[in-house]
């Protein structure tokens, strides 16, 4: 997994028509042909969002649903940003998984997914899908802005439940995932690394600020390396509990290194000129490259900003080359762009 969210959700059958979550025959049971309840209802972790509204975020995202039935089903799919479904039908338990285009669009998009019983169309329920969007706007949840780091984009509106009461289930939820972290900011999903003490981002920091740029100006750049970072816009990038690692701390890390750190922690392939690294600790660390008056040395160089400041204008950086074993802490002036891994607080 790189770039997308992994979340799970929960579809149980449960009888729940007393409460009125669904419509329910005239004699207020459902039963298949073994006389068995076979009445639905869907959960989001422990929220049920039975004919309720699901707001996601606008990042790519797979979910996984745990269906549980004792009868046959299929799930329709009446959305543009839903791509895939599967499996879309069977019968009885099954884990369906489900992934959302990112919303590149100037607006909210809307969706349903339909899961239907054919044996009992009594059963259908519906759950309405709103994606939300890069803007300002009222219908756009201006609270995702105040998530921690960890939290879920997705929310559902069920007047039972408070929106606080949803976000927090699925923050409970999420936060079992202890390898990956979700940056509430733009849904970014980040595999982490705990290395001794301390837990690292084991990507490049990917989100968007000003002074921050993709090598050549070519947004699949973006994708594979993270963006390029100008000191003081680096020293700000890092999420709500999340810091620009000092060069105190980069020490730390390769004090626990016994030799030839650099290849310890390069990526298995992508460098040049042989110089591909072990990544013996997880961090995979790409030769993204670095920017001053132009972009220079994508293939062959990784460097790291660190928050430890020098004689003003200049900064100290971590340098990782393709032809050496070793990595190095260096000063470079502070207008000068590189990359950025964020460590936690």
């Known amino acids: 997994m790189s770039f997308a969210k992994s979340y799970k959700f929960t579809m149980i059958a449960l009888a729940l028509c007393a409460v009125g979550f669904i419509a329910c025959s005239d004699s207020d049971s459902s039963s298949d042909a073994n006389g068995e309840d076979n009445v639905l209802s869907i959960?989001?972790?422990?929220?049920?969002?039975?004919?309720?509204?699901?707001?996601?975020?606008?990042?790519?995202?797979?979910?996984?649903?745990?269906?549980?039935?004792?009868?046959?089903?299929?799930?329709?799919?009446?959305?543009?940003f839903i791509d895939s479904v599967l499996p879309e039908s069977g019968l009885g338990n099954a884990d369906v998984k489900i992934h959302v285009k990112k919303n590149d669009s100037e607006g909210q998009r809307k969706g349903e997914?339909?899961?239907?019983?054919?044996?009992?169309?009594?059963?259908?329920?519906?759950?309405?899908?709103?994606?939300?969007?890069?803007?300002?706007?009222?219908?756009?949840?201006?609270?995702?802005d105040s998530l921690e780091m960890g939290?879920?984009?997705?929310?559902?509106?069920?007047?039972?439940?408070?929106?606080?009461?949803?976000?927090?289930?699925?923050?409970?939820?999420?936060?079992?995932?202890?390898?990956?972290?979700?940056?509430?900011?733009?849904?970014?999903?980040?595999?982490?690394?705990?290395?001794?003490?301390?837990?690292?981002?084991?990507?490049?920091?990917?989100?968007?600020?000003?002074?921050?740029?993709?090598?050549?100006?070519?947004?699949?750049?973006?994708?594979?390396?993270g963006r390029l970072y100008e000191w003081d816009a680096a020293m700000e990038a890092?999420?709500?509990?999340?810091?620009?690692?000092?060069?105190?701390?980069?020490?730390?890390?390769?004090?626990?290194?016994?030799?030839?750190k650099g290849k310890a922690l390069k990526s298995t392939s992508d460098w040049l000129r042989?110089?591909?690294?072990?990544?013996?600790?997880?961090?995979?660390?790409?030769?993204?490259?670095?920017?001053?008056?132009?972009?220079?040395?994508?293939?062959?160089?990784?460097r790291f900003w660190t928050s430890t400041d020098d004689h003003g204008y200049t900064a100290f950086l971590v340098r990782i080359e393709a032809l050496k074993d070793d990595a190095y802490l260096n000063e470079e002036v502070k207008y000068n762009a590189n990359s950025v891994r964020c460590l936690k607080d």
Not at 238 to 260: A, D, M, Q, R, T
Request: with cysteine; aromatic share 14%.
């Open 43 to 80: 959960k989001l972790g422990e929220t049920p969002v039975n004919g309720g509204v699901l707001l996601l975020g606008k990042g790519e995202s797979f979910y996984e649903l745990n269906l549980e039935s004792n009868g046959e089903w299929r799930i329709e799919n009446n959305s543009t």
């Open 113 to 144: 997914l339909r899961v239907v019983f054919p044996k009992d169309t009594s059963l259908n329920t519906v759950i309405d899908l709103r994606q939300m969007y890069s803007g300002d706007y009222e219908d756009n949840d201006a609270s995702f």
């Open 151 to 225: 939290a879920i984009f997705a929310c559902s509106f069920m007047g039972l439940f408070s929106k606080e009461a949803a976000l927090q289930c699925l923050t409970d939820a999420f936060e079992k995932s202890e390898n990956y972290r979700v940056d509430p900011r733009d849904g970014k999903m980040y595999k982490l690394e705990k290395i001794g003490s301390q837990l690292w981002m084991a990507e490049n920091l990917l989100y968007e600020t000003p002074n921050s740029y993709c090598y050549d100006d070519n947004a699949d750049n973006c994708k594979k390396y």
């Open 238 to 260: 890092c999420p709500k509990g999340w810091h620009l690692p000092s060069k105190y701390e980069w020490n730390e890390l390769f004090y626990g290194i016994v030799k030839n």
């Open 274 to 302: 042989d110089g591909n690294g072990s990544d013996d600790y997880g961090l995979n660390v790409l030769p993204a490259g670095y920017k001053d008056s132009e972009y220079r040395s994508l293939g062959d160089i990784a």
